[in-house]
């Protein structure tokens, strides 16, 4: 079983004490969250892809990785530096103002390319093909479904795999297909998709909580 130091371990406990229904899910949580670390300790990147809902949660994800959630995240000053040296003005707003970032990719962003890719090949490649270009060994995806069935996410997972990719899915009670090929499956104990939906948040707040205090936290 896999453990965490206890700095980052009280973010899951808060999570299930503010959601007792979720204990089901900790150790997928703790498990999910140490193939996120691997992955950044690496210098990887994270993808991620969903449908309705699940596409809104992928920007949302993003969002919290790619700038600061909670705690703060200056450039080094090494990096502070180089930016005033290009230039001293600008340079130094920069550096007082950018924020360290974790790489995360929303696969569902990308319209020009999306809808190109739905409209000349093949709707539901749309993810595989984003990931098959942007994707690389050591990276991890992340497939949100609610149902653990989308047929565009599923086909992700067939890329991710070829390429060396880590698979984590975040799922309603029934895990569906995405649970039996996902190296972890966070699968929340719900079965109605919006009642789904309202425990994925919580469970990816405390996931980008973790990441950051471990990345960024002092």
């Known amino acids: 079983m896999n453990i965490l130091e206890p700095r980052l371990e009280k973010h899951v406990d808060l999570l299930i004490k503010r959601y007792p229904e979720l204990q089901c899910c900790k150790q997928a949580i703790i498990d999910a969250y140490l193939v996120m670390e691997e992955c950044y300790e690496h210098d990887g990147k994270m993808l991620i892809a969903g449908n309705g809902g699940s596409a809104a949660d992928s920007e949302h994800i993003a969002g919290e990785l790619m700038k600061r959630f909670k705690t703060p995240r200056p450039v080094t000053p090494d990096m502070a530096d180089k930016l005033k040296m290009v230039d001293p003005v600008r340079g130094a707003d920069l550096a007082k103002n950018l924020e360290r ?61 070829a390429l060396g990719i880590k ?52």
């Open 101 to 161: 970032g974790l790489m995360a990719i929303p696969l569902v962003a990308h319209e020009a390319l999306s809808t190109a890719y739905i409209n000349d090949v093949d709707g539901l490649g749309v993810f595989a093909q984003q990931l098959f270009g942007f994707g690389r060994p050591g990276d991890v995806f992340l497939g949100i479904s609610t149902s653990g069935n989308s047929k565009n996410v599923m086909s992700a997972t067939v890329v991710a795999r």
């Open 167 to 218: 698979v984590i899915g975040l799922t309603g009670a029934s895990g569906g297909e995405l649970a039996s090929v996902a190296d972890v499956a966070i699968k929340v104990p719900e079965t109605e998709t919006y009642m789904i939906q309202e425990l994925h948040l919580p469970v990816y707040h405390c996931l980008c909580l973790m990441l950051e205090d471990r990345f960024f936290g002092y």
